[in-house]
């Protein structure tokens, strides 16, 4: 199986997280979105020991919750003793409500209101990461007098990281931070050091999202390291964090590798020994922002087939009671899937497109996915690794509901996310 959260029980009926995939299906309903708790505690920790592994006590993940945010998340994030970036205050007022420690949270996003900096202030977030020199100015102006607001700079490295093009964040011409190659970074932290009420504590930067080729968080820390030694002889001065953001991938098909993501933080770590000791720097504090990483292998996603589309000699569809609204990712990325039938019957396989229930021609899941060929209306189909940016991405699009979370947990479930109704849809209309 792909994950080892996923078995088969000898009638081959589909388990998540030990738990009947179709018992879970008539309790809660589907579409179902099924998030194994047990599993995103595992990531953590695999997290947090390599960090004490590699970088001391003092390292701290932060858990990029962008992928999977609701209350119940950002709880496990404080029981874990994770730290969070955030990209909104409704992120922030979910982790805050949730319990979660203010000043462990990194405030990201290219874009902040006043409103928002003045939120974020109020609320005692640890830091922000300043994207740009117009949030500098407005973040230095609305910081109280006498309280210095810790900061990160995010800095563009110019690093292609080979992944969709909508989630390349790192080369030179992308939306978010300051690019050190045309010099404006350079500029960007002199500015910030004239900047009385904030503390530049350090420098921020994320080249991508399901990166697999190692080199290029090894090329990332070349850089980073290179342009902390260019502030220190330009500017005189030492930076003590650095965030080198989110991105290692995760096995969505069979094809994918799987990333050991401890040797890959090993190396890291004796990269970046190796560069600040040549540019005799300090070590920082090391920071990265792992979403996808914690939470994708977590979930599963369980649709019931509402029917089978035939059409000779071109190709035949299932439709399913969800789509687009609860997954995105193809339409989006053209990312990939392994999908399953949650109780198979029937040698004879044939293939279908995995399609939704939204009026588009493109509300596709998963295309030319192999399922028994008796599927039927009512069978549960189930599409894994649907933990990252599935909940998080979902919409009301034609007016559909998002779909609950459950929780698994030793053997149990419980409801973390309500279904969405159309009454709770409605009740915005006036
Ligand atoms: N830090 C920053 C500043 C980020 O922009 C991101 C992701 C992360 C951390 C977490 O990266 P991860 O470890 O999850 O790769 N919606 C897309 C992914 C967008 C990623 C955006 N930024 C998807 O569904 O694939």
Known sequence: MLCDNISRGSDGALYFAGQSVNALADRYGTPLYLMDEDRIRQNCRMYLSAFRASFGEDALPLYASKAAAFRRMYRIMAEEGMGVDAVSPGEIRTALSAGFPAEKIYYHGDGKTEADIRFALENGVGCFVVDNGDELISLSEAAARGVRQKVLLRITPGIDPHTYHAINTGAVDVKFGVPVETGQAMEFVRAALHMPRLDVAGLHCHVGSMVFDEDVFLRTVDLMVGFMADVRDELGFVFRELDLGGGYGVRYTDDDPAADIPARIGEVSSRLRKRLEEASLPMPRFLLEPGRSIVADAGMTVYTVCSVKRIPGYKSYVITDGGMTDNPRY???????????????????????????????????????????????????????????????????????????VMLRGGESYLAVKRESVEDVLALDL
């Open 331 to 405: 339409c989006l990325y053209g990312a990939t899937y392994t999908v399953l039938h949650a109780a198979p019957r029937g040698r004879l396989r044939a293939i279908f497109d995995l399609a939704g229930r939204c009026c588009e021609s493109g509300d596709i899941i998963q295309p030319a996915i192999s399922l028994p060929a008796a599927t039927a209306r009512g069978d549960r189909i189930a599409v894994c690794t649907t933990g990252a940016y599935n909940y998080s991405m979902a919409s009301n699009y034609n007016r559909f509901g998002r779909p609950p979370v």
